[in-house]
């Protein structure tokens, strides 16, 4: 069973930015695609961004291009989500996911193991 904890959510003004993490446990980390969702009070939880396996290609949602960054650093078992020029609409709980049944994906149903999540809040 491989454990997912996110860390690096907080309070920021609009345009500031915020590095989320997540940790993995386990030692095939390489092998799995990991993602970032998100969800809003009230909303259902939304694909952010994800990095495949292998040749860690990056995909995104639109809203999120050009100011969001995924990376992994397999040797430290961990994804990270930079997000910059944050606005109010992207205030939600961030859930990092792996898989390693797809190369990539945006549906929450191609991933099989999840973090907590944490609390990113923008305010105007």
């Known amino acids: 069973q491989v454990q997912l904890v996110e860390s690096g959510g907080g309070l920021v003004q609009a345009g500031g930015s915020l590095k989320l993490s997540c940790a993995a446990s386990t030692r095939t980390f390489g092998s799995y695609t990991m993602g970032w969702f998100r969800q809003a009070p009230g909303k259902e939880r939304e694909f952010v961004a994800c990095i495949s396996r292998t040749f860690g290609t990056t995909y995104y949602t639109d809203s999120v291009k050009g100011r969001f960054t995924i990376s992994r650093d397999n040797a430290k078992n961990t994804i990270y989500l930079q997000m910059n020029s944050l606005e109010p609409e992207d205030t939600a709980v961030y859930y990092c996911?792996?898989?390693?049944?797809?190369?990539?994906?945006?549906?929450?149903?191609?991933?099989?193991?999840w973090g907590q999540g944490t609390q990113v809040t923008v305010s105007s």
């Open positions: 996911a792996g898989s390693t049944r797809i190369y990539w994906s945006t549906s929450s149903t191609s991933y099989d193991y």
